[in-house]
T-cell receptor
Framework: AQSVAQPEDQVNVAEGNPLTVKCTYS??????LFWYVQYPNRGLQFLLK??????LVKGSYGFEAEFNKSQTSFHLKKPSALVSDSALYFC?????????????FGTGTRLLVSP | DTGVSQDPRHKITKRGQNVTFRCDPI?????LYWYRQTLGQGPEFLTY????????KSRLLSDRFSAERPKGSFSTLEIQRTEQGDSAMYLC?????????????FGPGTRLTVL
């Protein structure tokens, strides 16, 4: 069965500092990996995805993520955090092997960026 | 904004009552998904439609749950004989059918509270 782990419930970072939100996955076959962000009272917003190709993926709002096959990780990064980045971040995976259309999400990581 | 819309946004009901939620996907998106999100967890897949055909169902979707997409446009999710454990945020998402790797676009969700 496919699964996603987000080992940190919360990440705290000062504005202007780089941020990393961690994600590891377990899947049979090739993984298709996604990051979403959830603001209060709003739906999940797509940030970026890895399908194939370059391991460094760039997405919305200055975020990027690095796919590492040997470590089965897909960490979300941003060089300089903004207070407005404070939100709940979810990593998700899909696989051809088990219900390809189904997204399997992690439990989420709350990012708090302090001024 | 022509994103995914869901109605109602909030629903409070008494145990044993039936409830129905509606989802309107982004126009021209032929794939539609339902997820359930409980507090402190990531969204969990419930079911998936391609046009009007329901192609995948999770074991989470007990026989008290039924989803339809009769004309391949909007979808409804009905819960019969609600239980307190059904209290959750119900999320709808849609994606175009142009690629197997399209991201899913989420609506704001319907928050269900069962008293």
């Amino acid at each position: 069965a496919q699964s996603v782990a987000q080992p940190e419930d919360q990440v705290n970072v000062a504005e202007g500092n780089p941020l990393t939100v961690k994600c590891t996955y377990s899947v049979s076959g090739n993984p298709y990996l996604f990051w979403y962000v959830q603001y209060p009272n709003r739906g999940l917003q797509f940030l970026l995805k890895y399908i194939t190709g370059d391991n460094l993926v760039k997405g919305s709002y200055g975020f990027e993520a690095e796919f590492n096959k040997s470590q089965t990780s897909f960490h979300l990064k941003k060089p300089s955090a903004l207070v407005s980045d404070s939100a709940l971040y979810f990593c998700a995976v899909r696989s051809m092997n088990t219900g390809f259309q189904k997204l399997v999400f992690g439990t989420g990581t709350r990012l708090l960026v302090s001024p | 904004d022509t994103g995914v819309s869901q109605d109602p946004r909030h629903k409070i009901t008494k145990r044993g009552q039936n409830v129905t939620f509606r989802c309107d996907p982004i126009s021209e998106h032929n794939r539609l998904y339902w997820y359930r999100q409980t507090l402190g967890q990531g969204p969990e897949f419930l079911t998936y439609f391609q046009n009007e055909a329901q192609l995948e169902k999770s074991r989470l979707l007990s026989d008290r749950f039924s989803a339809e997409r009769p004309k391949g446009s909007f979808s409804t999710l009905e819960i019969q004989r609600t239980e307190q454990g059904d209290s959750a945020m119900y999320l709808c998402a849609s994606s175009p059918g142009t690629s197997e790797y399209n991201e899913q676009f989420f609506g704001p969700g319907t928050r269900l509270t069962v008293l």
